[in-house]
């Protein structure tokens, strides 16, 4: 079965500060990878996906994210983060089910990002 | 247009009883999926329907439960609640299975007494 890691369960980082939240995944076959964000009591936001292509992946509110097949990551970065990113953040891989139907999420526990001014 | 809706947004029950949660997908989409997020952790799949029919099923005890209707609207449910099925249930639905957005709800809070 797949599994998907995030290895920082907190991030603190200050307002402006650039930061990387990693997220390893344990399939050698091809997935689908992606990141999502949740803001207390909400639900999840889709950031960005990988489908295939290019392996950097560019999504919203300035966050990118790249795929790297031989190490299995696809972790998260933006490069000048805001208080209003402070929020939780998971990492999810698609799990090829019966029937080759991929729509089934496998998402790690998550990691926190906190913005200090 | 509306996103995903779910319905109620809290709940509590007493253990033993049963619950209904239900949800609305995007207009157009065909898949619902179903998720259990206890606290501290990220999601786990619970269920998913295509087409009004069961496409994959999580690692759950057969107390849960699930159908999709022909308006593409979906309700879980769990029978002969325990106190470790306190979570937020959150459901998401896609244009597809395989490889499109899954868009989520705001989730059902159960609170299980």
């Known amino acids: 079965a797949q599994s998907v890691t995030q290895l920082d369960s907190q991030v603190p980082v200050f307002e402006e500060a650039p930061v990387e939240l990693r997220c390893n995944y344990s399939s050698s076959v091809s997935v689908y990878l992606f990141w999502y964000v949740q803001y207390p009591n909400q639900g999840l936001q889709l950031l960005l996906k990988y489908l295939s292509g290019s392996t950097l992946v560019k999504g919203i509110n300035g966050f990118e994210a790249e795929f790297n097949k031989s190490q299995t990551s696809f972790h998260l970065r933006k490069p000048s983060v805001h208080i209003s990113d402070t929020a939780e953040y998971f990492c999810a891989v698609s799990d090829p089910g019966p029937g080759g139907s991929q729509g089934n999420l496998i998402f790690g526990k998550g990691t926190k990002l906190s913005v200090k001014p | 247009d509306a996103g995903v809706t779910q319905s109620p947004t809290h709940l509590i029950k007493t253990r033993g009883q049963h619950v209904t949660l239900r949800c609305s997908p995007i207009s157009g989409h065909k898949s619902v999926s179903w998720y259990q997020q206890v606290l501290g952790q990220g999601p786990q799949f619970i269920f998913q329907y295509y087409e009004k029919e069961e496409r994959g099923r999580g690692n759950f005890p057969d107390r849960f439960s699930a159908r999709q209707f022909p308006n593409y609207s979906s309700e879980l449910n769990v029978n002969a609640l325990l106190l470790g099925d306190s979570a937020l249930y959150l459901c998401?639905?896609?244009?597809?299975?395989?490889?499109?957005?899954?868009?989520f709800g705001q989730g059902t809070r159960l609170t299980v007494v």
């Open positions: 998401a639905s896609s244009l597809k299975t395989v490889g499109t957005e899954a868009f």
